[in-house]
């Protein structure tokens, strides 16, 4: 079973920089895709980032292309979300999740569907002032 606890959230001026972490304790972390989604307070469930299982592959919304980096570690049961150059709007709760080892192989369309993902953690808030 997946148990998913992320850390490493916090208040950041804009511009700057955090790295988010969310570590597996259920030991299975390698049959997994993993992504990271964020919530705004009124807003919807919106995807950030995924990462294949063997973390050769990588997907990111538009709007973090070039400022975010998605990587896992599969030794240490852990995915991270480098976030650079961080902007107001990025403020949400950021919540990993873990989906189905071929999620990945489809198309982004897909890879960004919430409803797709089959075990979330319970998230780390993300404030970024102006």
């Known amino acids: 079973q997946v148990q998913l606890v992320e850390s490493g959230g916090g208040l950041v001026q804009t511009g700057g920089s955090l790295t988010l972490s969310c570590v597996d304790s259920?030991?299975?972390?390698?049959?997994?895709?993993m992504g990271w989604f964020r919530q705004a307070p009124d807003k919807e469930r919106e995807f950030v980032a995924a990462v294949s299982w063997t973390g050769t592959s990588t997907f990111y919304l538009d709007s973090v292309k070039g400022r975010f980096t998605i990587s896992r570690d599969n030794a240490k049961n852990t995915v991270y979300l480098q976030m650079n150059s961080l902007k107001p709007e990025d403020t949400a709760v950021y919540i990993c999740a873990a989906g189905p080892r071929d999620l990945t192989a489809q198309p982004m369309s897909v890879i960004r569907r919430a409803a797709l993902y089959d075990f979330w953690g319970q998230g780390t808030q993300v404030t970024v002032s102006s």
């Open positions: 259920g030991g299975t972390f390698s049959r997994y895709a």
